[in-house]
């Protein structure tokens, strides 16, 4: 049996989460919460996104853990890696931690700049910030949203931060597709998620749509927690309206750690629960498609089932763009012209897309490939 753990609550409302925090970490995993000093609160900080956007974990659910642990006399440091080559001090200043930090005594911790050890998994080697061996506690706090690439991004996709700034990128490119990555993240998920103790997803507010920085803002009024990552993010997933082969890594991690679907626990009020007028349906990924499609004709295939990435006339010509391709397809802005991407070069790893403040990378669809995922 696995247990995830849901309460509703409708706004961040300090008292309620603190209550909410209190009751989801009695059960914790054991020993190492009592016996150990210094504490790892890892939220989502993809980048300089205001709370309001609903892109990034909400400060108030982090006061509510520094809180907790600073009461319980703990060493709070909050860390995580911003994408691309985003600047640490605008995450921290926009997202609302700097004035945590200002408010209490905690250490905001660049994941991206502390060292980090090389791991290696089913033989896929990995570099994870040296951060995380240092703290004995590590709490997982991630947002509720869908995913370009991966369709749904909640628990174990948060354990992608750990991974140092550009080294994400370059990992980008050498994991293209959703199946590659997804089996990177499952040896990401082997290597580290043995150490984190609890899981959060903050779905106070969420995303859906063209997540995970350009979705549709949503009050969903959840907040998920559980000791099992795959567990969590199985419940989350489902209640979004995804099935198990519609998050590529959800099932493989399921069997990982020998969780079974049917034997993961919510309350009983949660046990039929599904967001309603969620929108999935721009994320959800046909990929199983292709393995019907003979090998003599996946070219063809191709030309119809097509995906391009374009820059809009929203652009502000900020270059982060640029800066976040991992295969450098996309040219910067001049006086006269907005960054234009290489079609050619372009895989398709939305990463251009995620990191954009502005939400001027749009999603082109061909006729074919509108009806699949209709």
């Not at 660049?110 to 570099?127: C, D, Q, V, Y």
């Not at 984190?196 to 969420?206: A, L």
């Not at 967001?275 to 721009?282: E, L, N």
Request: aromatic letters at 8%; glycine letters at 8%.
């Amino acid at each position: 049996m696995a247990d995830v753990q849901i309460r509703k609550i409708e706004a961040y409302e300090l008292p309620v989460l603190e209550a909410a925090v209190a009751d989801f970490l009695a059960n914790a995993r054991g020993s190492r919460i009592k016996r150990c000093k210094r504490v790892l609160l890892k939220p989502n900080l993809l980048g300089a996104f205001a709370p309001e956007r609903a892109v990034t974990t909400h400060p108030a659910v982090l006061e509510a853990l520094i809180r907790y642990f600073l009461d319980r006399g703990k060493e709070v440091w909050i860390g995580d890696s911003p994408g691309g080559s985003v600047n640490a001090d605008s995450v921290w200043k926009t997202c609302g931690l700097l004035d945590l930090a200002e408010r209490y005594p905690v250490k905001l911790v660049n994941l991206s700049t502390a060292g980090f050890r090389e791991l290696e998994h089913a033989g896929i080697s990995l570099k994870v910030s040296e951060v995380f061996w240092q703290c004995g506690i590590v709490i997982n706090v991630a947002k509720y949203k869908t995913h370009g690439m991966m369709a749904f991004t909640g628990a174990l996709k948060n354990l992608y931060g750990l991974i140092p700034g550009l080294v994400k990128t370059e990992y980008h490119g050498r994991y293209p597709n959703n199946r590659d990555f997804a089996a990177m993240l499952l040896a990401l998920y082997a290597l580290t998620g043995p150490k984190v103790n609890y899981s959060f997803i903050d779905g106070i507010t969420g995303m859906d749509g063209v997540g995970p920085s350009a979705g549709r803002v949503r009050n969903f009024g959840l907040l998920l927690g559980s000791t099992s990552i795959p567990a969590l993010d199985y419940i989350a997933a489902r209640m979004l309206g995804f099935s198990l082969r519609d998050v590529p890594y959800l099932l493989p991690a399921l069997h990982l750690d020998g969780i079974l679907p049917s034997r993961v626990s919510v309350p009983t009020s949660f046990r039929h629960f599904q967001i309603p007028d969620a929108d999935i349906k721009a994320v959800k990924f046909s990929a199983d498609l292709l393995k019907l499609v003979p090998r003599f004709a996946r070219h063809g295939f191709n030309k119809v089932y097509s995906i391009q990435l374009r820059v809009s006339t929203r652009c502000r010509k900020c270059g982060i763009c640029v800066q976040s391709c991992p295969v450098q397809a996309i040219s910067a802005a001049t006086a006269t012209r907005f960054p234009s991407i290489n079609q050619n070069k372009c895989i398709k790893c939305m990463c251009c897309h995620e990191m954009c403040p502005h939400r001027a990378i749009d999603i082109h669809k061909s006729f074919v490939a509108r009806m699949v995922s209709s």
